[in-house]
């Protein structure tokens, strides 16, 4: 049985989630470090399945903007994995390395963009633990 039951709950925490974090400083720095290629308007969409979800995101006006469910943005990156995937990878529990080897999410776009914020998503990491106790969800800890 998925984490998540259904996409609304999947929004109000992953996306509810980015919001959050779009405001540290390691949001700004992905943004400062990553330019968006000519013909893209979003850094990376996260497809999600078991609940099935969208989440982007985009710059605006230098900061993060986190977009829930569809929209017209051409993303540069695409990572699509289940929403229990997606849990455990911000959870700090899932190496995208590994999982990519193993089917767990699959990529379309440019790896090596993903790659180079790899180091700035390690301090985002313990944000998400302390996220999911601020919403009373332990029981997303286990």
Not at 51 to 79: Q, Y
Not at 92 to 110: E, F, S, T, Y
Request: glycine share 8%; with cysteine.
């Amino acid at each position: 049985m998925p984490l998540f039951k259904d996409e609304k709950e999947l929004y109000a925490i992953l996306g509810g989630f980015f919001e959050e974090v779009a405001e540290r400083e390691e949001s700004k720095e992905m943004i400062s470090s990553t330019e968006i290629s000519e013909g893209y308007d979003a850094f990376v969409q996260y497809v999600f399945h078991q609940p099935e979800g969208k989440i982007t995101w985009a710059e605006e006006n230098g900061r993060l903007k986190v977009i829930c469910g569809d929209h017209d943005l051409r993303p540069e990156l695409v990572f699509e994995q289940t929403a229990d995937v997606g849990h455990k990878f911000w959870l700090g529990k899932l190496d995208l390395q590994q999982a990519l080897a193993r089917q767990q999410i699959k990529v379309q776009g440019p790896l090596a963009n993903a790659l180079r914020v790899l180091p700035q998503l390690d301090a985002i990491y313990p944000a998400y633990r302390e996220y999911l106790k601020k919403l009373g969800r332990e029981d997303l800890l286990a």
